[in-house]
């Protein structure tokens, strides 16, 4: 039998959060499943060493519209590529009509899918729900990354036991969303006064300023940047820190994948979303603000208490 999972949401995030549910439809069929998935959602980085995943295709869907897998003519070209692949069956994470034609065009006999067009919906609960009901099981939410750990880069960037790893999310994918670089800085130079620690700079080359504010502080000669490295080549360095701090973005994600203890910084995203699903995951949230209450358009960066994850970066470390 040959399976189809098509995930069109972009971001490392929410390729890690879909993570269970493809796991899970791939053991219940026996099969490694094939992926449809936008190249941002970083899955061949992420993904190459999972044995439950067969082939990764590119679906080219763009914010102005002129990807090849765009329009009519672009609908066609992808119900093309995916019949050459003669499918058995396809879960559909999407409510889009456009997939579901898709795949009738293409061939596909047995198809899963979420409820047509509907608007709103909590990327964990919804996919939880849709795939216990497709396989009849329980679905844990927890997501699992399996890599090989290249031992040469651990060696390479001194994993000592003499220091304390951390991995800092100092990216985000917007301003509202990142905690000041300074808070970052300051933050890294109160820890080490206590511990010794070195930290590891999660951020790519949209970064690169943060970057070297930090590189050029005080605490820069204990900080090793992530921002030239291809995706593949950091998860073994994130899986040997000791815990990750910073913003909600994919690293957050990357590193509760991996097995750390992650504090995580919600500032303008819904908690009930992105940070309940794993129990890796420690929230802060802004002052005067809830977990329930911090969504999209809460804004509230400013008001992260610095003590607060000072404080709980302690708690986790001893």
């Not at 360095?237 to 203890?261: E, P, Q, R």
Request: aromatic residues 10%.
């Amino acid at each position: 039998m040959k399976v189809l999972v098509i995930q069109p949401k972009i971001g490392m995030g929410d390729m890690i959060i879909y993570l269970p549910y493809i796991h899970a439809i791939s053991k219940k069929y026996k099969v490694s499943v094939s992926l449809l998935v936008k190249n941002n959602s970083r899955a061949s980085d992420l993904l190459f060493n999972d044995k439950n995943i067969d082939e990764i295709i590119s679906l080219d869907r763009a914010k102005n519209y002129n990807g090849s897998h765009d329009g009519i003519t672009g609908f066609f070209n992808l119900a093309k590529v995916i019949k050459l692949k003669k499918f058995d069956k396809v879960f559909i994470f999407s409510s889009s009509l456009r997939y579901f034609l898709i795949a009738k065009i293409a061939g596909i006999k047995n198809i899963s899918q979420y409820p047509l067009f509907r608007k709103k919906d909590n990327i964990v609960t919804s996919a939880k729900i849709f795939t216990e009901n497709e396989l009849g099981e329980i679905v844990s939410t927890q997501p699992m990354l399996n890599i090989n750990e290249d031992n040469s880069k651990i060696k390479k960037n001194n994993f000592s036991k003499d220091f304390k790893h951390i991995c800092l999310g100092i990216s985000a994918s917007g301003p509202t969303k990142r905690w000041d670089i300074n808070n970052f800085i300051h933050l890294c130079e109160k820890i080490n006064e206590k511990k010794k620690c070195k930290f590891y700079l999660a951020g790519g080359q949209n970064d690169k300023q943060l970057v070297e504010k930090m590189l050029k502080s005080k605490i820069g000669s204990n900080c090793f940047s992530f921002h030239n490295l291809k995706i593949k080549d950091t998860l073994s360095l994130i899986k040997n820190c000791d815990l990750y701090v910073g913003n909600d973005t994919g690293w957050l994600h990357i590193s509760s994948a991996l097995g750390l203890n992650c504090i995580a910084l919600f500032m303008d995203s819904p908690v009930n979303a992105y940070g309940k699903y794993s129990n890796k995951i420690s929230v802060i949230v802004p002052e005067g603000e809830t977990e329930e209450s911090t969504v999209h358009n809460t804004y509230g960066k400013d008001k992260i208490s610095f003590d607060e994850v000072y404080n709980k970066v302690f708690k986790f470390l001893n």
